[in-house]
């Protein structure tokens, strides 16, 4: 299966390059056509003044209908493509998985201790490695 990548930042809702100890992630979540309309990607509500999306606003909007919907019921009905090499085993693959946060708890270097965080989980398909895509951490 190979995956879609995307041309421009346009077409995601999220985008991530990342490395870890000794594997890379790249992941990316495609929009959805609006479901009512079927015309325009879904996307956040833009400002009057500035014309740029409102990165924290709460809902999507399409832009052809005004039609509006939740952010996490939106997010939640979203996949996530993802390539990655495995910290494991060293292998690389490609697969799709729900766009959902969980809460894992991870240890966290600068403090020492173990931080719960949100990240989207995903198995590796040749070791069942487990491998979390993280919210950035502050």
């Not at 949100?118 to 502050?138: D, G, R």
Request: glycine residues 2%.
């Amino acid at each position: 299966m190979t995956l879609k990548e995307p041309q421009s930042m346009d077409e995601c809702v999220y985008f991530t390059r990342r490395t870890t100890s000794k594997g890379k992630i790249v992941a990316w979540v495609f929009r959805e056509t609006c479901i009512k309309c079927k015309k325009a990607l879904m996307g956040k509500p833009k400002d009057e003044k500035t014309g740029k999306a409102k990165i924290r606003a709460k809902e999507y909007t399409c832009p052809a209908c005004n039609y509006t919907i939740d952010k996490d019921e939106y997010e939640d009905s979203l996949q996530c493509n993802v390539q990655y090499t495995c910290p494991q085993c060293q292998k690389s693959g490609e697969l799709q998985v729900p766009f959902h946060r969980k809460k894992v708890k991870l240890f966290d270097e600068e403090e020492q201790k173990n931080v719960s965080v949100e990240a989207v989980l995903f198995p590796c398909a040749f070791c069942s490695e487990k491998i979390a895509i993280t919210k950035k951490m502050k």
